[in-house]
């Protein structure tokens, strides 16, 4: 008997089960109503989501490719396949094996496709550094991420990670995955074939993870509640065996379909592959290898055990696919077979414990949720530059942005990543872009991950667009073509209508401004009610890019190369400072509107960029953001193997000299270049109407100059400054 | 002269030493499952780098009972070359093939970045091709890279030339702040006494190519193969 305890403390509501009612006509078993909590929750069903989820284009300049689980697009004989997910719930619970298992999920989702991963990147948000217990999920969730990134052999070659007092209660933990498969080998996660065999591989099955998607995730942390017991462990060991006996599996043709076991496990993959192939699965779950005595049927179909994948396997060729997974030493059983009826049928001792038509457990229920602005925000976005003092020491300014915890270096934490395994990474990780080489071609990857959360609270259209259109110029600054997004929505609890509006609102930015820039958004994921006691987080839509560098000849670095080249700054620098690092780090103000944006420019300075690129007239490249121009100056001159000076003595100051310093105006680049090769570079930049101003030049003195007309404004010693910036984020942890 | 790339469940560095032998070196390579028992066919045996059989005990400790390995010990006993990279180097160690021990990073953290390495031996079949003192720039990837022997053991590596590469600094110069994982005495790879065993930390193999930003790894590889046409 069904009690509406029973459906509630499985996070169905009462509607919710009134419609379970109308689609079986009766009352469902234990097993049935776990099964539709899952498929119908917010993690798996998208039901509050979905409908703007439709606004994001899904065509670009490359072709693209939209499945079940990861999308792409086609390069050449190629599919370049990527996917962000988020682990945030598990990680404030459970930091390590929340953040390892959220690595795992996203890597399955990749090599279901029949794509090897090539690439891992994150994108991370803790409290601020100062609370220990901030301190602890950073760790534990960077320790999750190496032990089992490294172990499995991808390498994780960018990300971000900031820090604000919003994540406090809730930390973001945003993962994404490359890979790289023969286009003509994707596989689709789905069944097909009356009387075909469903086979289930990997690790066996346990009580871990049960709840992890409908209760863990679809939820706001509230005061005292122990959910340990919904965290998933992971094991990086069977992971990297599951690797290559799928993808050997794969090579053979026998495999129809396939999908791996993520959230809510067995019940998702069984139901979507029949779903989405539009036939029946029988299951006896008497053989479902399992590592624990006495498991309930509906404790099967809910466990979220790690490294567990469903295949759908040609009839009579069952053999061939099992022998290959026990050669890496993995399970794989038949525990079923593709039906003509449309139904997943489960038997547990014989006996029927469910029988749902499989679109209707993944036809979640859509909802039309309220939503309405802040009221704080109008108030939010008045800032009086007049009522903030300028610095008297710029020294001291740019010495303390980029010891900041959201500016310093984030070496402590990717040298614990491996990032040159596979040895296809050209462009190390550090700063904007990666750069991977694909083997056996001329072309290169380059992938980022971006996204400026305080623009987005202050103003969410326009933060996301800038999200975009940042990602999009940190791939150019490195010679490459935006081809594609993926995203991670994080956003609290969407039924109140506060934080619904910054949903809808951010979503609609990122449809514009892939629209804008011709590229579509190939696969995503939302995680909502990210909020705690502690509040709700910024809105933080993630967004992963990856881009195209036609020729190897066109990879360009972001650091100085040589003395007496020009430095030139592409672009215009406006008096905004609201929502900056300075503002926020200088005088503790989180507040006014986020920068202004002109997608005309941006897409200027693109073509502007990866011209002078094509055409050899660019030395270095790297765009302006956070901490503004004075930390891409810095930047630039620190981070190749030796440390370049700058001695900057033609900027332009008809604005504030903090504005021009540090603002966050977007679409502007530094770039260097060889003398003889500026009046080529003035051309392009002009038929592009590109603002274009020499503003310096690299030396080899490692110092920082910056001049306003006589007055030395900045006069930094870079070997100083390097070492502080270097050292800044290990010496905030180990306290 | 014929490789062959053992793979271990959890290897991960695999692929990547027969890239650079196959497509970098243009020799013959092929890879050795680690249930094989036959290895006569191979002048050149590469244990890779990664995480063999999970290592969630002691890195290479378990796959010094691979099934493989008496094979291997045979190869290496009859002087077949033999190079252990990172976990391969581990495993050598477990085995008993070269002397020491590895302790984890001083920092109990896995480093990955490039390092610079002084050779400190150019007449061994991994190095002919290396100048004496010559500083290389190869990359390490490791939890547990701090070599250990003991002192008493310490002088006889010498005295036998075992000593092959020490992390130094660009110009060669030994210091405590480029000694990446507390390795002591700096020591980054070693052979055995009859020197066709070689145990490296850092990645030859992510150097060896232009693009990747240093080729100074390929010239481990070359040496290799060089030293056999010389043979």
């Known amino acids: ?83 962000m997910e988020s682990h945030n719930h598990p990680s404030q619970v459970e930091p390590k094996q929340g953040a390892a298992t959220g690595v795992g999920g996203i890597i399955r989702d990749i090599f279901t496709s029949g794509a090897r991963p090539i690439a891992l990147l994150n994108s991370l948000r803790f409290g601020k550094l100062e609370k220990p217990y901030n301190r602890y999920l950073f760790r534990g969730v960077v320790d999750g991420i190496q032990s089992y990134g490294n172990c499995v052999g991808i390498p994780t070659v960018g990300g971000e990670i900031y820090f604000d007092t919003s994540y406090t209660g809730n930390c973001l933990v945003n993962v994404m995955c490359v890979g790289i498969a023969p286009k003509d080998k994707l596989m689709r996660a789905q069944a097909k074939g009356e009387a075909n065999s469903i086979i289930y591989a990997g690790a066996s099955t346990g009580r871990d993870g049960i709840g992890g998607c409908s209760v863990l995730a679809s939820s706001e942390f509230k005061e005292g509640e122990e959910k340990r017991p919904t965290v998933q462990i992971g094991d990086p060991f069977t992971e990297k065996c599951l690797i290559e006996a799928t993808l050997e599996a794969i090579d053979t043709g026998a495999v129809v379909g396939i999908k791996d076991m993520g959230a809510a496990g067995l019940t998702c993959a069984s139901s979507e592959m029949a779903s989405s192939g539009g036939v029946g699965i029988e299951i006896d779950l008497d053989l479902v290898p399992r590592r624990e005595e006495g498991m309930s049927p509906w404790e099967l179909m809910m466990s979220e055990s790690q490294e567990r994948m469903l295949l759908c396997v040609k009839k009579q060729r069952e053999k061939e696919i099992i022998d290959i997974y026990s050669k890496w030493g993995l399970n794989a059983v038949v525990i079923g077979k593709v039906t003509g009826n449309k139904e997943l049928i489960l038997r547990d001792k014989g006996k029927i414990v469910a029988q749902i038509k499989a679109k209707d457990l993944t036809s979640a229920p859509l909802y039309d949720m309220p939503y309405k602005e802040p009221e704080y925000l109008e108030e939010l976005n008045k800032l009086d530059l007049n009522k903030i003092p300028k610095p008297q020491d710029y020294n001291e300014v740019i010495l303390k942005l980029l010891a900041s915890e959201n500016l310093s270096s984030r070496r402590w934490v990717y040298q614990q990543y491996d990032h040159m395994v596979q040895t296809n990474t050209v462009l190390l990780p550090g700063l904007g872009a990666s750069v991977l080489r694909i083997k056996g071609t001329n072309k290169a990857l380059a992938l980022t991950t971006d996204c400026n959360s305080i623009y987005c609270y202050l103003n969410p259209f326009r933060g996301a667009q800038i999200a975009v259109a940042e990602a999009c110029r940190n791939l150019v600054c490195v010679g490459a073509h935006p081809a594609g997004v993926t995203d991670c929505l994080n956003f609290g609890n969407p039924e ?63 650091y100085f190369k040589d003395e007496g080249d020009l430095i030139i700054l592409l672009g215009k620098t406006y008096e905004e400072l609201g929502g900056s690092q300075y503002l926020k780090e200088i005088h ?30 660019i030395k270095s490249c790297l765009d302006c953001s956070e901490g503004g121009l004075a930390l ?104 | 002269m014929r490789f062959g790339v053992v793979v271990f469940p959890g290897s991960n560095c695999d692929q990547d030493c027969f890239y650079v032998i196959k497509e970098v070196l243009n020799e013959p390579v092929r890879y050795i499952w680690h249930k094989e028992k036959e290895l006569k066919d191979l002048d050149c045996i590469i244990l890779p780098g990664g995480f063999s059989y999970g290592d969630y005990l002691r890195a290479g400790s378990i796959a010094r009972f691979s099934p493989v390995m008496n094979a291997l010990v045979d190869f290496a006993r009859r002087g077949g070359l033999i190079i252990g990279i990172c976990n391969g180097f581990q495993i050598l160690l477990e085995v008993g093939l070269l002397p020491g021990a590895m302790l984890r990073n001083k920092s109990i953290h896995f480093i990955c970045k490039y390092v610079y390495l002084r050779v400190e031996n150019t007449q061994t079949p991994f190095t002919s091709l290396f100048r004496e003192g010559q500083v290389v720039r190869i990359p390490i990837a490791h939890n547990e890279g701090n070599y250990y022997i003991e002192d008493e053991k310490l002088p006889l590596l010498y005295n036998n030339k075992q000593v092959v590469f020490r992390y130094s600094d660009r110009e060669g110069r030994l210091k405590d702040e480029f000694n990446p994982n507390g390795a002591k005495d700096f020591i980054a790879g070693i052979v055995n006494k009859e020197a066709n065993v070689l145990g490296m930390m850092p990645h030859p193999e992510r150097s060896s190519e232009k693009i990747l930003g240093s080729e100074d790894g390929l010239l481990i590889f070359k040496s290799i193969v060089n030293w056999h046409k010389k043979r």
């Not at chain 1, 509006?501 to 629209?515: D, L, Q, R």
Request: with cysteine; net charge negative; aromatic share 10%.
């Open chain 1, 1 to 83: 008997m069904i009690t509406k305890e029973i459906y509630r403390s499985l996070g169905l509501s009462d509607e919710e089960y009134q419609k379970i009612l109308e689609l079986l006509k009766r009352e469902p078993t234990l097993t049935e109503l776990a099964m539709f909590s899952v498929e119908w929750s917010e993690h798996c069903g998208y039901p509050r989501s979905r409908a703007y989820l439709s606004l994001f284009p899904k065509q670009g300049k490359y072709k693209a490719l939209i499945g079940e689980d990861a999308g792409g697009i086609i390069l050449d004989d190629l599919a370049i396949v990527f996917k």
């Open chain 1, 496 to 558: 109140k209508p506060d934080r619904f509006w910054y949903f809808k609102n951010c979503v609609e930015g990122i449809a514009s401004a892939c629209k804008f820039f011709n590229i579509p958004v190939v696969s995503g994921n939302v995680s909502f009610y990210n909020e705690s006691p502690q509040g709700v987080i910024k809105p933080t839509p993630t967004i992963g890019m990856v881009g195209i560098i036609s020729d190897l000849r066109f990879i360009t670095f972001p």
């Open chain 1, 588 to 617: 503790n103000l989180i507040r006014g509107d986020a920068p202004s944006l002109d997608l005309s420019l941006e897409l200027a300075l693109k073509n502007t960029i990866l011209e002078g690129i094509k055409k050899s007239l």
């Open chain 1, 632 to 735: 891409s100056l810095f930047e630039a001159c620190v981070w190749g193997e030796s440390i370049k000076g700058a001695f900057i003595d033609n900027l332009e100051f008809n604005i504030r000299e903090d504005a021009v310093l540090f603002g966050e105006s977007t679409a502007r680049v530094v770039v260097s270049v060889s003398p003889e090769n500026l009046s080529s570079l003035e051309e392009i930049a002009r038929n592009y109407k590109v603002p274009l101003r020499v503003i310096g030049k690299v030396s080899d003195q490692a110092k920082l100059i910056i001049l306003k007309e006589k007055f030395c404004l900045v006069d930094l010693d870079l070997e100083k400054a390097y070492k502080l910036w270097r050292d800044s984020l290990e010496s905030l942890i180990m306290v």
